[in-house]
């Protein structure tokens, strides 16, 4: 990403926070249509948290993925310039939001576009969702294929395909019980995911894990 693009997407900013989403938020239609973020995301990858499937959602009775804190590990995510208010707070009701420091993060920018972000974000208070409540899944709380695909699609429209490898391989506990549910989405945030996308989720699934 070079640094006209960083200008472009700094200049059309007026929120203070940043949510560095690395899960459904990742994905542009899920975001815009229940959480009202309208901005694209910014791929960055997070030192100090790891990423599981142990979010446990009393209410929707699914598992989610979440973050812990943990010093050896990285996840990948987006910058998501965003409103602290309530549509998101309800979206991350399963989660705490805990601040984060630039000196976290790694971005494959250009030098030029680097030294555009960094100093802006500084001015920017930056948030990650940790997990309340951590749960593996089990077949009462199964994780649904509907939130798998949002996830990963979302890594696609940013990233491309090596953005989803990187979601597959920093993510734990992938063996998991699972509600397929292509047909009738049980996740409530669910993005519109052509079949096309579907069929190279599958295929990195089958690849990497």
Avoid at 50 to 74: F, H, I, M
Avoid at 161 to 173: D, G, Q, S, Y
Avoid at 174 to 184: A, K, S, V
Wanted: net charge negative; charged share 25%.
């Amino acid at each position: 990403m070079d640094a006209s693009t960083i200008a472009r997407w700094m200049s059309d900013i007026d929120e203070k926070h940043i949510v560095l989403g690395y899960g459904s938020l990742m994905n542009t239609d899920s975001r815009q249509r229940f959480s009202a973020i309208p901005h694209d995301g910014i791929p960055v990858m997070v030192n100090g948290f790891s990423r599981a499937w142990l979010t446990r959602s009393e209410a929707e009775k699914q598992t989610y993925v979440g973050a812990v804190p943990d010093s050896n590990a990285k996840l990948n995510a987006q910058l998501l310039p965003s409103k602290m208010d309530p549509s998101l707070a309800e979206r991350e009701k399963d989660y705490q939001f805990v601040s984060v420091s630039t000196a976290d993060l790694e971005f494959n920018l250009s030098r030029e576009a680097s030294e555009l972000l960094l100093p802006w974000l500084e001015t920017r208070s930056l948030w990650i969702c940790e997990t309340l409540l951590q749960q593996p899944a089990d077949n009462d709380f199964p994780v649904s294929q509907t939130y798998i695909d949002t996830c990963m699609a979302g890594c696609i429209e940013h990233g491309g395909e090596e953005e989803a490898v990187k979601f597959l391989k920093n993510t734990a506990l992938w063996q998991h019980p699972r509600n397929f549910d292509r047909d009738n989405p049980v996740y409530p945030r669910a993005g519109r995911v052509p079949k096309s996308v579907c069929a190279r989720i599958d295929a990195l699934m089958e690849a990497y894990l």
